[in-house]
């Protein structure tokens, strides 16, 4: 069964630090979404993209925060200069489409930043 | 604005039959998903709601009624691989199809 995958599990950074984290969605999917999830809170929203271009993105999502389809298969969410607020779990998820489309998720990354 | 509510905690017993609610209020109701995570691990999709009813997948189903803003989730014959924390997600249309998560509940099993 297709996957999404993501790389790598546990990344450890200083603050300051940019980090890159990266995705594979599922192949024939078409919207693409980060989440990220502080410890022991709820999943936040932080932005969608479509047809090579931000669909949406929440508050959360400020200008330290980018993605990027580099290429056909990767998916990658890039924080600029890491604060200790940044450390969470990310999660990638993908989308066959946009409506009643369920959202497959990635295992995600733990971003921990000293 | 938008706001979704699930009980933070419930417990059951192994073989028994549990209803995790949530109510949501949100601008323009597009759908409604629960997820199960288990700790440390991602979101797995359980079911979708759209039209008011129920929805029945196996052991668990799941309850619409949009006029109430209200969903269940309903697990029967509870296994002790249950235990985990089921998410309520709601998309909202009027922010371009945003999934709104609850903070989800949590449900211990107890054999």
């Known amino acids: 069964e297709p996957e999404v995958t993501q790389t790598p599990s546990h990344q450890v950074t200083q603050m300051g630090q940019e980090v890159i984290l990266r995705c594979v969605p599922i192949s024939n999917h078409l919207y693409f979404y980060w989440y990220r999830q502080i410890l022991g809170q709820k999943v936040e929203f932080l932005v969608s993209?479509?047809?090579?271009?931000?669909?949406?993105k929440s508050e959360i999502f400020d200008d330290q925060f980018s993605v990027e389809r580099p290429d056909g298969s990767n998916f990658t969410l890039k924080i600029r200069s890491t604060k200790l607020e940044d450390s969470a779990m990310y999660f990638c998820?993908?989308?066959?489409?946009?409506?009643?489309?369920?959202?497959?998720f990635g295992p995600g990354t733990r971003l921990t930043v000293t | 604005g938008q706001n979704i509510d699930q009980p933070t905690e419930m417990t059951a017993t192994e073989g028994a039959i549990v209803q995790i609610n949530c109510t949501y209020q949100?601008?323009?109701?597009?759908?409604l998903f629960w997820y199960q995570q288990h700790a440390g691990e991602a979101p797995t999709f359980l079911s979708y709601?759209?039209l008011d009813g129920l929805e029945e997948k196996g052991r668990f189903s799941s309850f619409l009624s949009r006029s109430k803003g209200y969903s269940y989730l309903l697990l029967k014959e509870l296994q002790m691989k249950d235990s985990a924390s089921y998410l309520c997600a709601v998309r909202d249309k009027n922010s371009n199809y945003q999934l709104i998560w609850g903070a989800g509940t949590k449900l211990i099993i107890k054999p």
């Open positions: 998820a993908s989308s066959a489409g946009r409506g009643a489309a369920e959202q497959y």
């Open positions: 949100t601008s323009g109701f597009n759908g």
């Open positions: 709601n759209v």
């Open positions: 993209f479509y047809n090579n271009e931000i669909s949406e």
